[in-house]
């Protein structure tokens, strides 16, 4: 698709989308769970099960290695006729059923076949961090105005039990973010599971207490039919009520534990979104306005496409209603090793993820340790290793 402007000098400015019809590898993470469970049935073995986490945590990473980065960007005049373009926004409404029958093949998969206790275990694990994806797709089309592109939100974040993501999400993340302040912005020093016990219960508070003050707004109580928290949550149980029903009660287990993991999946990637990063507090006690250096960005063609460009993540916080089709790269942005699977599986092993980012946290804050988001408690251990004021050229 050729897109046609006029810029402000009268030229003719033509842009051509290269990328329009490879969006649709965004589905690709949906079908892991059909092609695990024809694994399985072709090999009759329940090892078969383990290929979500790889595909996750080793194919993508090493396809983002191969396949390289992509730093090309739309030219700002013909912006407004990509975000007018349908066909991206039929993507992602057509991508909320796709996950949902993967998530019903799931379901069919554990509650019919005779699995060990390890296997069903391991399923859930793989297939809840395959679909923590829909909240991907819940993070765009929740950032959208109009009913519809809501709606949809809400169905796909059922899907893991994330009712209060959207809501949480745009009126207390994108308020707070990279700030102290910020339960979902992370701290350098702080591992993934210390952060994870800090932002699962903060954003779940903050969303619910979101939802309540819109509603007292229009003079109604939390508990009213237009909570669209206890919406979402409703789906959820709804989906679960149905899975007992069909496969009985030992559906529960694999519920629970798929759900956790798709709320750990936004764990992670809020963990490699920010991880460090100061806004400046100004003399008026309010911080700074959000700006692209404020996000970890990364350019990764294959890990971008299957997250519908959530890695652009600094120009998304700066602009936020942009569309993903139409973020930008920027030159000078503190940039990921690796797109986000990858991260992830660094993130996990604290000792090589801090050995990775501490440097470059401190090469964007110039060496200044007091312009840097920091954990409390490892503020005395991290100044007398890097120093108050660190070289530069030492820490990049």
Partial sequence: MTYTAQSADGRTVTYTDRKRYLWFFSFLLALVTPATVALYFWTGSAFAVFFPLVYMYAFIPLFDLAVGEDTNNPPEEVVEQMAADPFYRILLHAAVPVFYLSFAVAAWF???QELPWWAIAVFAWGVGSVHGDVLTIGHELGHKTNATDRLSAKLVNALIGYAHFCIEHNRGHHVWVSTPEDPASSRMGESIYKFARRELPGTFKRGIEHERLRLSKKG???????????????ITLALAVACVALFGWHMLPFLVLHHLVGWYGLTQANYVEHYGLLRRKLPNGRYEAVQPRHSWNTNHIVSNLL?????????????????????????????????????????????????????????????????????????ERLTNKYGRHAPVAQAA
Avoid at 220 to 233: I, T
Avoid at 308 to 318: E, K, T
Avoid at 324 to 336: E, G, K, M, N, T
């Fill in 220 to 234: 109604k109580s939390f508990w009213s039919m237009e909570n669209e928290v206890l919406q979402g949550y409703a």
């Fill in 110 to 112: 554990v509650g019919t």
């Fill in 307 to 379: 997250l519908f460009h959530l890695q652009r993540h600094s120009d998304h916080h700066a602009n936020a209603l942009r569309p993903y089709q139409a973020l930008r790269d920027f030159p000078d942005l503190p940039r990921l090793p690796s797109g986000y699977p990858g991260c992830y599986a660094l993130a996990a092993i604290p000792s090589l993820w801090f050995k990775v980012m501490d440097p470059k946290v401190i090469a964007w804050a110039g060496g200044d340790l007091d312009k840097i988001n920091m954990d409390p408690a490892a503020r």
